[in-house]
């Protein structure tokens, strides 16, 4: 199933921009469970610098009990895109950032399965999180990636002190709005998924899932203790409001809802102010 990248790259710097204090990001590819290579990047988020001694702290030092936040993109997006690269930067000023690339897409191996087996892509970016020395972590996902992040929080107990699910479904094969139903053409027709490939960089396994994976309300109840937010546009082109108020109602007193005026989907309605007061949530919530 897995389409190794052409390369491996990485990078091991830490120092800070001198304009945002922040530390040059680590790049890799990490291996899922199921063989997949996932282009991964790590952003240390503030790095503590002495100006005395003219050095700066290495990760391990200065983020070893910091939070962390493993971004998870929506469907057609990686991690080089400009408006993932954006949340990741507004991230960063709360903690440090991992993001990848979801199977299928970018510089990732192997095929998009539409969020089955992406909870592997996010299992790996998450240990790789927690191997970095982070004891604080917090999971963040758009669209198809909100879907994941709830499914991870459901099916690994206590792998993140909190998650965030941004403009998700509720459940399955929703057709009910015209960009999902263009959506559905492009994942079920040969012809779609020929436009993926080549208009979206995102390679699509031709193959239906079977079984059927747990679906994201019914994996909500099995997030608790775990602290929940579900963040959703009310003027989302993709899923209408009953898809979070399902999710919250799933979620129950473990769970909290933002509708947000005039915003629509996923990463790229997601502006300076929501991501900051996201990341704020995080702070406060996790551990």
């Not at 199921?34 to 988020?45: A, I, Q, R, T």
């Not at 005395?52 to 990686?78: E, I, K, P, Q, W």
């Not at 996902?141 to 879907?147: A, I, L, P, R």
Request: glycine content about 12%.
């Amino acid at each position: 199933m897995s389409n190794g990248p052409a390369g491996h790259e990485a990078g091991y710097a830490v120092r800070p921009h001198p304009e945002t204090g922040i530390g040059t990001p680590l790049r890799t590819f990490l291996p899922t469970s199921d063989g997949v290579s996932v282009d991964s990047v790590y952003n240390p988020g503030p790095v503590v610098y002495d100006p005395v001694n003219s050095r700066t702290d290495d990760v391990s030092r200065s983020s070893s009990r910091d939070l962390v936040f493993v971004v998870a993109h929506g469907f057609t997006g990686d991690v080089d895109r400009p408006h993932i690269r954006r949340v990741a930067a507004a991230l960063a000023r709360h903690g440090a950032v991992v993001t990848f690339s979801f199977r299928g897409h970018g510089r990732s191996g192997g095929r998009s399965t539409v969020g089955d087996r992406e909870v592997l892509d996010l299992a790996a970016a998450v240990d790789w999180a927690r191997g970095l020395g982070h004891t604080r972590l917090v999971t963040v996902g758009f669209s198809m990636g909100g879907s994941v992040v709830l499914r991870h929080a459901a099916l690994h107990p206590g792998a993140a002190d909190a998650v965030i699910s941004v403009s998700a479904p509720a459940r399955w094969y929703y057709r009910g709005t015209a960009p999902m139903r263009r959506l559905h053409w492009m994942v079920t027709r040969p012809e779609g998924r020929l436009v993926g490939r080549y208009g979206f960089r995102t390679r699509i396994h031709s193959r239906d899932w079977d079984p059927v994976p747990l679906s994201p309300v019914e994996a909500v109840p099995a997030i608790a203790p775990t602290p929940l937010l579900i963040v959703h546009g009310d003027r989302d082109g993709y899923f209408p409001l009953d898809h979070p108020r399902m999710l919250a109602a799933a979620a129950g007193d473990h769970g909290e809802l933002w509708v947000e005026p005039g915003m629509g989907h996923a990463e790229h309605a997601a502006d300076a102010g929501l991501l900051a007061r996201m990341g704020d949530w995080a702070v406060a919530r996790a551990g």
